[in-house]
């Protein structure tokens, strides 16, 4: 038994006619059917039951192509593995991103692309400090505020929506209402914005959005949080809207890592396909 064999063989499972595996092999329909009979003589069994319509499989031939199959998985599973190597698409790439985006977003969606270059292994850093690009403390950063500094490759992926909301339960209005926001040393958007809305500091302070999203699904006031993650919870409308930017930043040295692009890339794709969830028109 030999490829050559095997490539006959799953052409006339696919088609189980002669004329047609003939067409797709570049070959004639006499050579297709002499092959087949010789590996059927080497094997010593019938594969195929011979009908004026075509070629109709045996069992032995359905045991075997499921053999074939798993043979060729293997064999893409090594290609691609020294292909990734060769290319330099193994290794570590560190990404930086807001917590809630990596646990709601880019985690669920990188199954596919791991399993396509199982050799390239994911370090998240998720949290509000900003960490540093130049610093080589994160390969590729997904940052709410544009970087101004640095020899950078930003690009700008979506938007990202945020509304006051309250838990249904809750009746009082802005003004009675007790507030759910940031501890007093963070400074970000949503923080600045709530006291504009607002104009006084949150009573319960919290420095992480899942603490707050928990406070205000658990009735203790209202507070601001990213609209893709206030599934259940009640929109209070206003005027005014908090739409943040996400940008994607590595070092303007990294964008030609092959591994590093790639991750770059996806992340990209990530964002685009959730577009509608992360600026709220879904």
Known sequence: ????????FTAVMQYQNISRSAKELGV???????KITVFEEKLGT??????????????????LIEEVKNAEKVLNTLQRKFTNKSQNLSGVVRIAAPE??????????LK????????????????INSVGIAKGEADIALRLVRPEQGALTIKKVGVM????YRASSIMEDIKESKL??????????????LKKITGREPDLKFNNLATQKVAI???????????FIATGLERIEHPYLLEESLWLVTHASNISTPRIRLVYDEISKIILKNSPELSGSF
């Open 28 to 34: 004639s329909p006499q050579t297709v059917s002499r």
């Open 161 to 164: 929506s945020s509304g006051l």
């Open 1 to 8: 038994m030999n490829w050559d064999d095997l490539r006959f």
């Open 217 to 227: 699904q658990s009735g203790l006031g209202i507070g601001i949080l990213p609209s």
């Open 46 to 63: 019938t594969l195929f039951l011979r009908h004026p319509r075509g070629y109709k499989p045996t069992k032995d031939a359905m045991n």
């Open 180 to 193: 759910i926001g940031w501890d007093s040393n963070i400074d970000l958007p949503s923080s600045r914005w």
């Open 112 to 127: 596919p692309f791991l399993d396509e270059y199982p050799e390239i292994n994911i370090e998240l850093i998720t949290g």
């Open 100 to 109: 809630l985006i990596a646990t709601e977003i880019l985690i669920p969606s």
